[in-house]
């Protein structure tokens, strides 16, 4: 957590190489969203992301500065992967999938999303991050000592007061879609505060891109029918980035009526 705040706090001069609205660029600085010219209203965030995996190619193109950026951050991308993994075996058991369901190609790929949240002067009038839930299959999120991540439960927004150390894992889309409804992705957002900054590092452990998504037909009941039709993990991220998120409409393309 020291090292994103660090990099943070960098001056200008040394983020400005990062910084870039080219969503095609795979290590990047932003502010808000990737749609900064055409949204309604301004996040108030900056957001570094880079691709976690394969570890040797990209961290290449991971920032510089500071100086321990790289070393730091690939340990931690490492054993978060490791401690997502092994959450994941353990709902594979939960759902009677046998070891080794969401091995290989369904978690194939990692990439690290580290939120800074300057203190708002009017935290009324803009979010940190509007409502999403998460378009990968897990995530692992560092919220550090400050409050500000909330998520919807029975009509509305509850606090999840940060526990030092620890961390939250998000259900992330893919395995709403994979379970066929049986586990659900868990809507939230971020809010800010006037009194100081706050940052979060989110690990969203990802299919490949090509990797067919589906519900298993284990999961699918005698009784039920898929409620969703097969696709390619990039299909998905293509909507969700063109839809902003938007958490009633990003699975509609994908779903089946029976
Ligand atoms: C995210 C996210 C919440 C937070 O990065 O997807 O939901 O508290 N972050 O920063
Ligand atoms: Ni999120």
């Known amino acids: 957590m020291n090292v994103f705040k660090e990099f943070f706090e960098l001056p200008a001069e040394d983020k400005v190489s990062v910084y870039s609205n080219n969503l095609k660029r795979p290590c990047r600085l932003y502010t808000s969203s990737s749609n900064y010219d055409h949204e309604n209203v ?14 040797e190619d990209c961290i290449k193109i991971w920032p510089q500065k500071p100086t321990r950026y790289r070393e730091i951050v690939a340990t931690y991308s490492i054993e978060a992967k490791k401690l997502g993994l092994r959450i994941l075996e353990l709902l594979s058991e939960g759902l009677g999938l046998g070891s080794g369901f969401f091995g290989d190609k369904l978690s194939e790929s990692s990439l690290l999303s580290v939120n800074h949240y300057p203190p708002c002067p009017d935290p009324s009038l803009t979010l940190g991050v509007s409502r999403h839930c998460d378009p990968n299959l897990l995530t692992i999120l560092h919220q550090g000592d400050e409050y500000g991540l909330q998520g ?74 898929p409620a969703y039709r097969p696709f390619q993990f990039k299909e998905f991220l293509l909507n969700y980035s063109s839809l902003m998120g938007n958490p009633e409409k990003c699975l509609e393309p994908f779903e089946l009526h029976a």
Do not use: Y
Not at 156 to 172: R, S, T
């Open 42 to 55: 301004h996040l108030w965030r900056d957001n570094l992301r880079h691709p976690c995996h394969p570890l």
């Open 152 to 225: 919807f439960k029975d009509g509305e927004w509850i606090g999840v007061e940060p526990l030092h150390n620890a961390f939250v894992v998000n259900i992330g889309h893919q395995l709403q879609i994979i379970s066929n409804n049986k586990l659900k992705s868990a809507e939230h957002r971020a809010v800010t505060n006037s009194r100081v900054a706050r940052t979060t590092a989110a690990f969203f452990i990802n299919p490949s891109d090509d990797c067919v998504i589906e519900p298993d037909k284990s999961l699918i009941d005698t009784n039920e029918s």
